[in-house]
T-cell receptor, first 113, second 114 residues
């Protein structure tokens, strides 16, 4: 049973518009959430994270929102750029000192010039 | 130079062959991990190591073994490869006291078992 779900396999957005990528999780014990970006033929690279004590974290064009009651987080990219085209993975840690990252299946974002 | 390197980058082998995938890192991290990614799926943890003397099974360790030869080196072996082990394999490292448990990934090894 998937603990981390990214229900949209793909998303297309026009350059300059907002991209919203969504992630749902099942376990309320999860307390640390990360987004990774992956280009073809490369390993995933860390993008942004959020702790369960916060509901928002912002880094430049990237903002992650966490809704603990809904067990939902989202990544907003504003404005979207063609170089943002990649697969985005949501990942979670399950508690203090946890070592295992659990990944979603990923969402492929295509930003159209 | 890349901080986390993996060799080989691509490998085609036959069922029953023994295969070793190697990972080296220059980040000085104690923790190292092996993941596999299958098409349309997220990354799944195979094995992880917190230091040279520590080896732990992950979610999908059956059919795999690992060796932590040094702080900087962590190898993954398939003793007798089978076709359903065809996948993209990633090595990763992290610092226990690092920035929010971020893991740093290598470029991946694409393994095909015929």
């Amino acid at each position: 049973d998937q603990q981390v779900k990214q229900n949209s396999p793909s998303l297309s957005v026009q350059e300059g518009r907002i991209s919203i990528l969504n992630c749902d999780y099942t376990n309320s014990m999860f307390d640390y959430f990360l987004w990774y970006k992956k280009y073809p033929a490369e390993g995933p690279t860390f993008l942004i994270s959020i702790s369960s004590i916060k509901d928002k974290n912002e880094d430049g064009r990237f903002t992650v929102f966490l809704n603990k009651s809904a067990k939902h987080l989202s990544l907003h990219i504003v404005p979207s750029q063609p170089g943002d085209s990649a697969v985005y993975f949501c990942a979670v840690y399950s508690g203090a000192g946890s070592y295992q990252l659990t990944f979603g299946k990923g969402t492929k974002l295509s930003v159209i010039p | 130079d890349a901080d986390v390197t993996q060799t080989p980058r691509n490998r085609i082998t036959k069922t029953g062959k023994r295969i070793m995938l190697e990972c080296s890192q220059t980040k000085g991290h104690d923790r190292m991990y092996w993941y596999r990614q299958d098409p349309g799926l997220g990354l799944r943890l195979i094995y992880y190591s917190f230091d040279v003397k520590d080896i732990n099974k992950g979610e999908i360790s059956d059919g795999y073994s690992v060796s932590r030869q040094a702080q900087a080196k962590f190898s993954l072996s398939l003793e007798s490869a089978i076709p359903n082990q065809t996948a993209l394999y990633f090595c990763a490292t992290s610092e226990p006291s690092g920035n929010l448990n971020e893991q740093f990934f290598g470029p991946g090894t694409r393994l095909t078992v015929l």
